[in-house]
Nanobody
Framework: QVQLVESGGGLVQAGGSLRLSCAAPGRTVSGRMMGWLRQAPGKEREFVAANRWSWNMSYYADCAKGRFTISRDNAKNTVYLQMNSLKPEDTAVYYC?????????????????????WGQGTQVTVSS
């Protein structure tokens, strides 16, 4: 089991920034695909960004490109999502997720089905 603990959500005005954190206490995540996905009220969960450190690869949804940055601190077993230029449509519960280190995760990084472990979610609300 991999426990994921998110933090950093909150209320911010449009154009503002937030940094989300996802910690995996006591577990190494460098060989796993670590993703951020979000779910807005009444909508399906959608992919935002993912990173597999061991491949030096990061992936972004179109809605995140140019505004969000995923990064890691492997020494702390923590993944971050820096979100800039936030828009009201970014309002959602943001979830951190990890896979088991599947070799095909580079193909399915955008799919919720890839991820085996999930955090509890953190609310991000962007006011207009």
């Amino acid at each position: 089991q991999v426990q994921l603990v998110e933090s950093g959500g909150g209320l911010v005005q449009a154009g503002g920034s937030l940094r989300l954190s996802c910690a995996a206490p006591g577990r190494t995540v460098s060989g796993r695909m670590m993703g951020w996905l979000r779910q807005a009220p009444g909508k399906e969960r959608e992919f935002v960004a993912a990173n597999r450190w061991s491949w030096n690869m990061s992936y972004y949804a179109d809605c995140a490109k140019g505004r969000f940055t995923i990064s890691r601190d492997n020494a702390k077993n923590t993944v971050y999502l820096q979100m800039n230029s936030l828009k009201p449509e970014d309002t959602a519960v943001y979830y951190c997720a990890a896979d088991r280190g599947r070799p095909d995760s580079g193909t399915y990084y955008y799919s919720s089905e890839l991820y085996d472990y999930w955090g509890q979610g953190t609310q991000v609300t962007v006011s207009s």
